[in-house]
């Protein structure tokens, strides 16, 4: 669980760092990690983490492309099964279809997209 003034690996909240005189600060919503992940690929460092609050569970992927910026994709729980299928297919069609770079030179334009003008 984070403390109020504590900034986790996704950088301090937006409120935190310029808050309105007018408006008070949002309260840091409570959440409890229950397992996270880091993978490095390329030059992106993405952030894989099961997290509950009392809303429920979800997933949180968050990548950084090195620029210290973050992106982030919330999965509720209720998703995940269906998400971890997609993504399934995915990795299935990336093994299946060619890459058209590592075709020799006339198959190349088979899956090449035409130019639109």
Excluded: C
């Amino acid at each position: 669980m984070n403390s109020p003034g504590y900034n986790t690996p996704y950088g301090p909240r937006p409120y935190d760092r310029h808050p309105h005189p007018q408006y008070p600060p949002k309260p840091r919503p409570v959440e409890d990690t229950l397992l996270q992940r880091e993978i490095s690929i390329e030059k992106k460092m993405f952030v894989i983490a099961l997290k509950e609050n009392p809303r429920g569970r979800f997933l949180r992927i968050t990548e950084s492309g090195g620029t210290g910026r973050w992106s982030t994709v919330i999965v509720p729980a209720t998703g995940m099964k269906d998400f971890q299928k997609l993504l399934a297919e995915m990795v299935q069609a990336h093994a299946e279809i060619p890459d058209p770079n590592s075709l020799p030179g006339q198959y190349k334009s088979l899956f090449q997209k035409e130019a639109v003008n």
